[in-house]
């Protein structure tokens, strides 16, 4: 296996810090092909005066998906009902864009919603959007973010992240069950 070069240490370290600095502290960027984004806070696009942050395709026709997230321990809100929730404008999105929660319990996810039925298209003015998770108690992490699949560009601004009552619905795409269900599969 050969070993990476003084010079390529040094290129892939200034590459690093250069998207390091473009990205807000405390989120980080991930996904499948974040390389064929942009992602950088948006001081021109700002909502009641708040920044925005904003991903962008940077390719004709990217592969994959990019999102910024952030990821924590859930001992402050297990067993709680939370609500991520954001301003989020589009832009010429020719796939789809969406906010996303993820509920980690060891291996299993234990709830998830990225807003894939109900996606951000086309260009759209500020909206705001919300996704709805429980978080069990024995949760393992929590995950979440915006995503952008596809080209175009999208916004965030106003981002909450908070406890909500048992009154306000969850979201979720799917949850893992707490037992075996249709061992019979029955339709």
């Given amino acids: 296996m050969r070993r990476p070069t003084l010079l390529t240490s040094l290129v892939l370290c200034v590459f690093c810090l250069s998207l ?37 395709s940077a390719t004709g026709n990217p592969t994959g998906f990019v999102t910024l997230m952030q990821s924590f321990l859930p001992d402050g809100y297990a067993g709680k009902r939370v609500r991520f929730s954001g301003l989020v404008k589009s832009d010429q999105i020719s796939g789809w864009a969406g906010l996303w929660m ?12 990225n807003m894939q039925g109900r996606p951000v298209q086309g260009t759209t003015d500020w909206t705001q959007y919300s996704v709805v998770l429980d978080i069990p108690v024995g949760s393992t992490g929590v995950n979440f973010g915006i995503l952008l699949d596809g080209t175009g560009t999208v916004w965030l601004s106003g981002v909450t992240f908070e406890a909500v009552g048992s009154d306000t619905p969850v979201t979720a795409m799917f949850t893992t069950p707490a037992a075996p269900v249709n061992l019979d599969f029955q339709q």
């Fill in 102 to 113: 993820r509920i980690d319990a060891g291996s299993l996810t234990a709830g998830f919603d």
């Fill in 20 to 56: 390091s600095a473009a990205v807000p502290q405390g989120w980080f960027v991930a996904g499948s092909t974040p390389q064929q984004y942009a992602v950088a806070t948006d001081a021109s696009v700002t909502y009641s005066g708040k920044p925005s942050v904003a991903l962008r």
